[in-house]
């Protein structure tokens, strides 16, 4: 999958009303269509597939600028914002950047690719501060959460945490979900998994 990824200990992405108004500016069927011809599946914005046994299944988001300018201004940006978007000219990724680049404009964001080849991406990965990166596929749904979004012992960043996002009650419900082997148990946990991410995850 790609995940469109932004660091949580950055200005502005510190505010979860930012995350969530670049979020809202996903028209996720549009940006299928450009990228993938259509053949895909639609993510939330919890980094869990359709495929994954104990996959929650929820509304994909819906495509809202005016509700992402509201969310801007009530976070102190009425005039919106300039970021910088870093991704690789990779497989879909460069059409995926175009795409969002064009639908969040009229969200209040206005986007700058910074598209370099893979190496370029991969050297500074888990340093930009707005990113597109693909992950590659795990079989669990509860395998890639605590690799990248987890904090260690002290609640520093694990190394692979690129968005810098350390959530205890997060991480608190993944490990109860590593516990439990019923797939309908660990699917009402993986409901509230993936709530805090689309409501808070970056």
């Avoid at 999958?1 to 995350?19: F, G, I, K, Q």
């Avoid at 990166?133 to 605590?146: F, G, K, Y």
């Avoid at 968005?163 to 608190?172: G, K």
């Amino acid at each position: 999958t790609t995940v469109m990824r932004m660091r949580a200990d950055l200005e502005p992405w510190t505010d979860p009303r930012v995350r969530n108004a670049l979020k809202m500016c996903q028209d996720r069927e549009k940006m299928m269509e450009l990228s993938y011809y259509g053949q895909g599946d639609l993510a939330l914005d919890a980094h869990i597939a359709p495929i994954h046994p104990a996959y929650c299944e929820k509304p994909i988001p819906k495509y809202d600028p005016e509700g992402a300018r509201a969310l801007l201004a009530e976070a102190g940006y009425p005039d919106g914002l300039k970021v910088t978007l870093a991704t690789k000219n990779d497989l879909e990724e460069p059409e995926l950047a175009q795409a969002l680049k064009e639908l969040a404009a009229p969200g209040g964001f206005d986007i700058t690719l910074d598209i370099t080849d893979p190496s370029g991406y991969w050297d500074r990965w888990t340093e930009v501060d707005l990113g597109m990166t693909s992950w590659t596929h795990r079989s669990l749904d509860t395998m890639v959460l605590p690799l990248g979004y987890f904090g260690d012992a002290d609640g520093k960043p694990v190394e692979w945490n690129e968005t810098r996002w350390v959530d205890q009650e997060f991480q608190d419900l993944v490990r109860e979900a590593e516990r439990t082997l019923d797939v309908e148990a660990r699917r009402a946990i993986m409901c509230k998994v993936e709530d805090i991410m689309m409501e808070r995850g970056p």
